[in-house]
């Protein structure tokens, strides 16, 4: 095989005996296998998906940190699903993985969230906006801090995307405006770090929009109190 590629002037090849299992076997133990096959190699997303999913790869079982690898590969390729901005497995898997009690992988879970979001349909990003409504809304009961203030990040990242120069692109203003009253209400808390957490999504969230984007958030004086933070 390695031949055939070289011969068709494919340079840089590898051929893994064995396949992604064997590779895994070989060099998997205390590494990071999935994110560095996800971060560059959207080929893998379908590996990476069932690895979430069914919490091992191949016949080796990953663990909570492993797991946070897989997650966060899926998030640097940024796809929703294995179709398009209208499939939705990725989003789902993500989403049942906050129902399971891996910490660190809830961690990367939430920022993936964030960073798939954009490049899916308006009602796929509407659904991550919710999602990580509810985890931030779960607080104490649900979710640990430590998530919610990466979800607090990531709504912010979802709403502060802004339209191409043609006009096309950008956040939907119904999925903007969810993803703001969430970190409007989570500003006004008492919580000091869940204040800050949204202060800093609020501060994403209208980098750079327009006056009329950022008027309610700077009524709550929330601009200023990112500057503080």
């Known amino acids: 095989t390695w031949r055939l590629l070289q011969a068709r002037g494919i340079g840089n090849s590898y051929v893994l005996d064995g396949g992604i299992d064997g590779w895994l076997e070989a060099f998997g133990h205390g590494e990071e296998p999935a994110a560095a096959l996800g971060h560059r190699h959207p080929a893998a997303l379908p590996d990476l998906l069932t690895w979430l999913k069914e919490e091992k790869a191949g016949v080796n079982k990953l663990n909570d940190l492993s797991l946070s690898y897989v997650a966060a590969a899926l998030g640097k390729i940024g796809q929703p699903g294995l179709a398009g901005p209208e499939s939705t497995e990725v989003v789902e898997a993500l989403r049942d993985q906050l129902k399971r009690k891996n910490r660190k992988t809830r961690y990367s879970t939430v920022i993936a969230l964030g960073q798939i979001a954009p490049q899916a349909s308006e009602k796929t990003q509407m659904d991550c906006v919710k999602i990580l409504s509810q985890v931030v809304k779960g607080e104490g009961k649900r979710s640990d801090t430590q998530t919610v203030n990466f979800g607090l990040s990531a709504l912010g990242r979802i709403a502060g995307v802004t339209p191409a120069d043609d006009g096309t692109g ?58 503080a933070a």
């Not at 203003?173 to 500003?187: G, N, P, Q, W, Y």
């Not at 994403?204 to 958030?217: G, K, T």
Request: hydrophobic content about 45%; proline content about 5%; cysteine-free.
């Open 170 to 227: 950008g956040a939907p203003a119904s999925v903007r405006d969810k993803a703001i009253e969430t970190l409007l209400r989570a500003f006004d808390s008492n919580k000091t770090g869940t204040k800050n957490f949204a202060a800093l999504g609020l501060g994403l969230a209208a980098r750079d929009q327009d006056a009329q984007i950022r008027m309610p958030i700077q009524e709550r004086k929330a601009l200023p109190a990112i500057r």
